[in-house]
């Protein structure tokens, strides 16, 4: 697999050698493929932006060197750079035409007239905006708006597009939409695509791979399957969907299962993410929708613990269920609503609780 950028040791220190000296990005190392779709996910003031706004050339790093396919760039502006990026802000000119703002690019770069004019009716026929060339911004919506401004980035034929959250202004369902067109079309022109979020669940749809940031620093690597499902830390754990945590101490290991008493007494089997011992405080971590609600006279049968409903919060196509287990264990489960729209439990009421113990899993930090 061909390399797109390879940063190596990034080190970026805002404003160095004073009292307001802030690291953004501490040692970050990571390579990302050519065509692939790689998100830089993490909450606000992680350095994701910061690490797209190096990539662009728009900050120079403090340490290490980015690496585009092979070269260096460090030294190279931002017009220089075979990238383009498309901002939260779409930052289309309000006087010009969708066409007009599309060609604009291709102008500076003192393209052929014909080839502009090619180049403009193949990009907004590729993000569905050929029939609304002649508009100003101000006449189209947000979500039309967005469209142009990847058709301005996508006209030069950038190896890599970078986009810095540009689904945040949307609204929800819009949202959803552009996700898959945004996947779609980085399928069809074949572009490595480096998107800046802090929506997991945008990270979720649309990566190929994820690059979970936290204080300047890559907490984890990976596909969204082994994100979601194999955190390496708490953190990934808990800022990757909804999680419940519980902290114990191992008191047996057998084979890949481990037994953890939770609170008092209260023994718990979880399968073992490897290197611990008897003895061992650690967390498990057990995914809502992994836990099973039902009728409480199964609570004596095998992978059943009994417990009793503290809270529910209604979702529309699911409620989340705050269920007290006993022993000063809570746990959060998920539960769809009946075929008349009834909720299955009430405030108060007992049930029997399952799950089983490969579902729930020792964190490995």
Sequence with gaps: MTAAIDIRAVTKIYNPGSNQAVKALDNVSLTIDDN???????PSGCGKTTLLRLIAGFEQVSGGEIMLFDDEIENLEPNQRPVNTVFQHYALFP???????????????????QEIEATVDRVLTLVKMKELGDRRPNQLSG???QRVALARALA???????LDEPLSALDLKLRQAMREELKQLQKE????????????????AMSDRIAVMSNGEVQQIGGPTNIYEHPVNRFVADFIGDTNFLDGEIVSINDDLVTCRIGAQSMFEAAN??????GDRVTLFLRPEKISLSAPDRASEPGQRPGKVANIVYLGNQAAYTVDMGDGIELTAQARPREDGRLPFAIDDALAVGFSARALRVLAQ
């Design 189 to 204: 022109t074949g572009i490595t695509f480096v998107f800046v979020t802090h929506d997991q669940e945008e990270a979720l």
């Design 156 to 162: 030069p034929s950038p190896k890599v597009l970078l």
């Design 143 to 145: 979500g039309q708006q």
């Design 273 to 278: 993410s490897g290197g611990h011992k008897v």
């Design 36 to 42: 692939e779709f790689f998100t830089l996910l993490g």
């Design 95 to 113: 006087h010009m035409t969708v066409a007009q703002n599309v060609a604009f690019g291709l102008e500076r770069l003192g393209k052929p007239r």
